[in-house]
């Protein structure tokens, strides 16, 4: 505190440290150079401390000159102060003495003082001892002596007994009962407490059982008063459990044993939902006067309410819980998924129906946090309901996404099964057939799982290879159902089921089966948002709000399914591709047809034209109403773009083949000298070559037209600008050589 609160001299601004850092508790020296360092020169450095080290020193002598003649008169000043210190120590030592002998005797006064109030506690303890002994002796002989009196009074007139009477003359001892054990509890350990305890436990006996006793008679002769005051003393001596218990087994257990019979549960068509009716009957018929008293009643009035009761959650509802336990003990058997979820919903309705006979919040709040209700939640086995219910879905989906692509049934709106599979298990985990609130977490990821595993059989189905027959002959070796073209595998798939998984091929797929898959997937994915529709509300019953989650978690789904569709699109469209230019090849016979057959001149198109637009056609118009049309238009363009291309190179080629031909003939006709203009034309009309090149540019144009006869423009068409420019380029010569 001192080094904080010395001032030292001011130095020149253009210092480089700060002179307060000598002044820290935690100055270092190495620290401090190390520091300086960082900004100057360590010469720069020496210069400044020696030139501070200068002003500190002229800043000392300052002081010492300022206070020059205190400290010369410092010594002067301490002259016969050793005398005065003697003089003061002798009475010091006296007083020190006095001091001494005053503690002694105070602190003897206070051990005196301390031990009478010792005794006296031990003696107030001992005294609060007999006094309890005494309260407990007393209240043992006036209640001996009441209920002695109470027992003359019976022998000589039962007349003058009334039930009243006696429900007051049982609160009284009940009243003294409550002080005899608080003052028994408090004396616990007393020889004299063990010799009266005999006494006691005779009281206690005789007042349970007067108790018991009369609020059964209450029970029987339904008299409220007489309840009234055997459930006020229950209260007083803190024995209410005991009276509820009392109530379960004399008044409900009866009624639970004789309505639970499980061969009338199994016997009647809906003997389960009549059992619980007549339990929901017990409440107000047999518990009315008891909840009136208890307050349990709308109709009860305030001031002759007896607290502390909860008859339907402590008596009626553990003796329920028993009694479906032990008599009906098939009710939770999970073997039947069916029977288990209608016998879960019925039981979980009565529930709630009991549940809103309550009185009040508050004893829902106790029915749900009782022992029995737990036992009875537990008693149904929900994962194993789930687990065969998972089997029976996964089953049936895995058998439906099998290699054999089969025909959805009638009515449905998917093309194939193992779609329509798909759908009806996502529909039917939601259906309140099989929806159970406690399942919903699980319902929701099997969804999700059923979504995905469809995801990886289109995925499986994309890289089939596709069956040599084409979708004509495919249609026409297909079942007929509910649509015109149906689905069914050629016989070459057939035989090659029965083969090992490690030798059997990958199963193809006919063109039609794969244009059903492209179609159920997009019909799919619009329908993805529907589900969505039918998960919320259930999600709503259970408290959940959080739907953007689940409606992303579907879109996931959605994108997962999506991703396989330019897989499907690019089959197609390459299997159309094929299909056309099987035929379009055929372009290649063209010189054949013409070379040296002094054949007419062409004037309409050759035939493998119209039979290679008949895949596109026969998609169009086989395909229209299961197909949305800007699919169609994808897979036509898609297709016709590949098949022009090739096309066009098949054109090109004959056409040189054509042009090579005419020149290497006419460099013969030159070798030989001839005059022929035309080597196998008559008459002077056109030349073979030129036939070959009018009849492609008739193909190309009636394959032009036919395009756009279909809806499709040409110029989205590649290649197809280039092979009509290559035709027209072609006839232009042809007839300007006739001409």
């Known amino acids: 505190m001192e080094a904080k609160k010395m001032n030292l001299p001011r130095g020149p ?3 480089c440290f700060d002179k307060d850092e000598f002044m820290k508790p935690d100055f270092d020296v190495d620290h401090f150079v190390s520091d300086c360092r960082k900004r100057v020169q360590l010469e720069e450095l020496r210069e400044d401390l020696e030139l501070y080290y200068k002003l500190l020193k002229t800043a000392m002598v300052e002081l010492i000159n300022k206070d020059y003649a205190d400290f010369v008169n410092l010594s002067t000043n301490l002259v016969g102060m050793d005398k005065a210190l003697n003089q003061l120590s002798v009475p010091l030592g006296q007083l020190r003495e006095e001091v001494m002998s005053l503690k002694s005797c105070v602190s003897e006064g206070i051990q005196a003082v301390d031990d009478r109030m010792t005794k006296q506690e031990d003696i107030r303890r001992k005294k609060m001892c007999v ?33 009243l009477l006696t429900g007051q003359v049982l609160e009284r001892i009940a009243t003294e009962f409550n002080q005899l054990q608080f003052h028994a509890v408090q004396s616990k350990g007393m020889p004299l407490l063990d010799k009266v305890r005999p006494r006691i436990a005779g009281i206690t006996a005789m007042l349970q059982q007067s108790l018991e006793g009369l609020l059964l008679e209450g029970l029987q002769t339904s008299n409220v008063d007489i309840i009234r005051h055997c459930l006020r003393t229950y209260a007083t001596i803190d024995k209410t459990r005991d009276a509820e218990a009392l109530v379960g087994q ?13 061969q009338y549960v199994q016997s009647h068509p809906n003997g389960l939902q009549a059992m619980y009716n007549r339990l929901l009957e017990f409440v107000p018929h047999h518990c009315r006067l008891l909840r009136e008293v208890t307050g349990g009643a709308i109709s009860s009035e305030k001031a002759d309410i007896v607290p502390g009761y909860d008859f339907l959650v402590n008596s009626v509802w553990p003796e329920i819980v028993r009694g479906l336990e032990e008599k009906l003990p098939s009710l939770f058997n999970p073997g039947n998924p069916d029977v288990f979820h209608e016998k879960y ?43 065969i219910r998972f089997r029976e879905i996964a089953g049936a989906l895995e058998e439906a996404l099998s ?31 099989m929806f159970l609130p406690l399942l919903a977490h699980r319902l929701w990821k099997l969804s999700l799982q059923i979504l995905a595993r469809y995801s990886v059989f289109i995925g499986e189905v994309s890289v089939r290879p596709i069956s040599s027959e084409n979708m004509k002959e495919s249609k026409k070796s297909l079942p007929v159902g509910k649509k015109e073209s149906s689905v069914s595998l050629n016989p070459s798939e057939d035989q090659g089921n029965g083969s090992s998984p490690e030798s059997q091929p990958l199963p193809s797929i006919s063109s039609t089966q794969l244009v059903y898959v492209a179609a159920d997937l997009d019909k799919l994915q619009d329908q993805i948002p529907d589900i969505l529709e039918i998960i919320k509300p259930k999600l709503e019953m259970i408290g959940f709000k959080n739907v953007s989650c689940i409606a992303g978690a579907l879109e996931d789904s959605k994108t997962s399914l999506s991703a396989c569709v330019p897989t499907l699109n690019n089959r197609i469209i390459q299997d159309l591709s094929e299909s056309s230019f099987a035929y379009l090849k055929s372009a290649l016979e063209v010189p054949r047809l013409y070379r040296r057959t002094n054949k007419e001149v062409p004037t309409k198109a050759s035939p493998y034209v119209d ?34 291309q090739k096309y066009y190179e098949t054109v090109s080629d004959v056409l040189s083949s054509v042009k090579k031909m005419e020149e290497s003939l006419k460099r013969l006709k030159q070798a030989r000298r001839t005059v022929t203009s035309n080597p196998v034309g008559t008459n002077g009309g056109m030349s073979d070559d030129n036939k070959i090149r009018l009849q492609l540019a008739l193909d190309v144009e009636y394959f032009g037209e036919q395009i756009r006869k279909m809806g499709l423009e040409t110029s989205s068409i590649k290649s197809f600008s280039a092979l009509t420019e290559l035709v027209l380029t072609a006839k232009d010569q042809a007839t300007a050589e006739q001409s």
Request: proline share 4%.
């Open 13 to 15: 601004e253009n210092l």
């Open 131 to 163: 006094l309890r002994l005494i309260h407990v002796i007393q209240s043992v002989e006036k209640i001996e002596k009441i209920l002695h009196s109470q027992g003359t009074k019976e022998l000589s007139s039962l007349e003058g007994n009334s039930p």
């Open 250 to 262: 004399v008044l409900v257990k009866p009624y639970i044993d004789e309505v639970i019979v499980e």
């Open 345 to 387: 919903t019925t039981s979980m309705d009565f529930v709630r129906k009991f549940e809103r006979q309550c009185g009040s919040q508050a004893s829902v709040k106790r029915l749900r946090s009782h022992p029995s209700y737990h036992s009875f939640n537990n008693k149904w086995n929900l994962p194993v309901y789930f687990q």
């Open 403 to 433: 290699d054999t692509l089969e025909e959805a049934p009638a009515g449905s709106s998917y093309c194939l099964l193992a779609t329509h599979i798909v759908w009806m298990s996502l529909l039917k985990c939601w259906s309140d057939q």
């Open 611 to 644: 039979s290679a637009l008949k895949p596109f056609y026969q998609l169009q118009n086989e395909y229209k109403d299961i197909l949305k049309q800007p699919m169609i238009h994808q897979w036509l363009e898609g297709a016709l773009s590949e098949s022009t």
